[in-house]
Structures are given as C-alpha cells and as structure tokens.
C-alpha cells in the first residue's frame, strides 16, 4: 500500500501549485481522499476532500474559492490545484485515503509560500 504525494516546492504569494497523490495497492476508487496539512507548530488541519461515488467536494473555509480538489479513479490519483497562495498556506500536504476498514497516509510533501 502506498501513498504518494509529489508537486510542491517554494512559491512566491498569489501563485499556483498542484499537488498529486498517486496510489497503489488498494482499491482508491472506494476511498474517500483528503487533503490535509501541517504547518510548523499547529495541528493538523483538513483541507479538501473528495467523496468515491459522486466526486462530492468539501473545503475549509481557509481554501475555499482557491482550491480545488479532483480525482482520476483510472490513474489512481487525487490531485489539489491551489491558486493564489498565501504565506499562510506554508504547510507540509499530506494525503489520506479512508473506505470502510481502511485508512492511509502518505508521507506529505512541503509546500512554501514566501517571497
């Protein structure tokens, strides 16, 4: 089983990134899949999700409106397009894919918004 989280890096405010999450070894298209993230010295917050029936979105309100969360079942992919980035959306990305008696984490990948 695997999780693999890849696209982020060093972006300057107001610019893009889209982020990947590959996975392998289990049935994704079952899971819901989530974007999380961690910033240095906060908990961990959720930022997006996307449902495995119907592709149903949910945002935090932090995102909303700069973020978009999609999935390709036939790739195995979950992806996190973000748009006008703020420093405060500096954070290590970590994403999860949950079904009935799973539950799976990758290992994240950072994401630095500074001038």
């Known amino acids: 089983v695997q999780l693999v989280e890849s696209g982020g890096g060093l972006v300057q405010p107001g610019g893009s990134l889209r982020l990947s999450c590959a996975a392998s070894?289990?049935?994704?298209?079952?899971?819901?899949a989530r974007w999380y993230r961690q910033a240095p010295g906060k908990e961990r917050e959720l930022v997006a999700d996307?449902?495995?029936?119907?592709?149903?979105?949910n945002y935090a309100d932090s995102v909303k409106g700069r973020f978009t969360i999609s999935r390709d079942n036939a790739k195995t992919t979950v992806y996190l397009q973000m748009n006008s980035l703020k420093p405060d959306d500096t954070a290590v990305y970590l994403c999860?894919?949950?079904?009935?008696?799973?539950?799976?984490w990758g290992k994240g990948t950072l994401v630095t918004v500074s001038s």
């Open positions: 070894g289990f049935t994704f298209s079952r899971s819901v």
């Open positions: 996307i449902n495995s029936y119907d592709s149903r979105t």
């Open positions: 999860n894919a949950r079904g009935s008696w799973w539950d799976y």
